[in-house]
């Protein structure tokens, strides 16, 4: 089991800068894949990014490549999304979820934070 906890989200305008963390707890949750979803409303989730649980592999959207940085503190069990020049369209409730590595699917999921990026 791995609880998630999401926080950081906020109202920001655009070109402006947030980081969310993501604090995870459990008996495995050292040795897990973590990423970050967001959703906007009337739209379908989308992957955003992920970070390999020894944190030296990392992935991104195209739509975020470029402008996120996701790292983690394993010492702490916390994973960061910096998010800089945030635009509108990056306005979205923003999850993050675990898997096991050789997952395909992410198993437990936070309940999100909300990022709202005015223009």
């Known amino acids: 089991q791995v609880q998630l906890v999401e926080s950081g989200g906020g109202l920001v305008q655009a070109g402006g800068s947030l980081r969310l963390s993501c604090v995870a707890s459990?008996?495995?949750?050292?040795?897990?894949?973590i990423g970050w979803f967001r959703q906007a409303p009337g739209k379908e989730r989308e992957f955003v990014a992920a970070?390999?649980?020894?944190?030296?592999?990392?992935d991104y959207s195209d739509s975020v490549k470029g402008r996120f940085t996701i790292s983690r503190d394993n010492a702490d069990n916390t994973v960061y999304l910096q998010m800089n020049s945030l635009k509108p369209e990056d306005t979205a409730a923003y999850y993050c979820?675990?898997?096991?590595?050789?997952?395909?699917?992410?198993?437990?999921w936070g309940q999100g934070t909300q990022v709202t990026v005015s223009s």
């Open positions: 979820a675990a898997r096991g590595t050789f997952s395909t699917e992410y198993t437990y």
């Open positions: 459990g008996r495995t949750s050292g040795r897990v894949v």
């Open positions: 970070i390999s649980r020894s944190g030296d592999a990392t």
